[in-house]
């Protein structure tokens, strides 16, 4: 069931700025262009359920690394956090990625906690230890054998975000044209990526 409150007319776009901005190029540019937006990003909110309450709650994450053809996302975690209750309940989540101009990505997927040391010392970080802690006894050293460190490992399903174009000067004369003129003002590559292009991609790439 779908949500409306207004009746537009059947010739035009009850979104305009989603029918100005929503762009389809081939599936590499999509995939590479969000990958890269995604890595100069380096952070994202990482969306789950909480186990507890059925409530959503979000947390900053620094992405770790990439597979899949880089559409696969991998964090490190506290395996005694309480994000890894929340996932045991619900693997389903939600990535959202933002820059301080507006552009941002969103990525929902299918979250797997991995615990396999061969795992861990692959994708291990001495950072980690400054969030972990030493806890003096030979073994919660936050180092790469602590068994509280954990990889979550987020499979892609689906994408959608959205990249500025040209510059900001430019993007700023769109909006300020369309304030008067009442037309979208075409500002972003707004793009969706399906399941289907996802596992062609990691069919292709991976």
Partial sequence: MSFSNAKV?????ADPYKATNLTDPDLKEKVQDLVSFMESCKFGMMTTRIESSGLLTSRCMALAAKEGGGVDLLFHTNTESGKTDDLKSEPKINI???NPTGEWASVSGEADIVTDRETIRKYYSPALKAWLGDLEDGKHDGGPEDPRIGVIKVKALTATYAIATGTSLGRGA??????ITGAAPKVNKLREISEEELQQWRRENS
């Fill in 9 to 13: 007319p059947d010739d035009k776009p």
């Fill in 96 to 98: 959202a990625f933002l």
């Fill in 174 to 179: 769109d909006i300020v044209k369309g304030a």
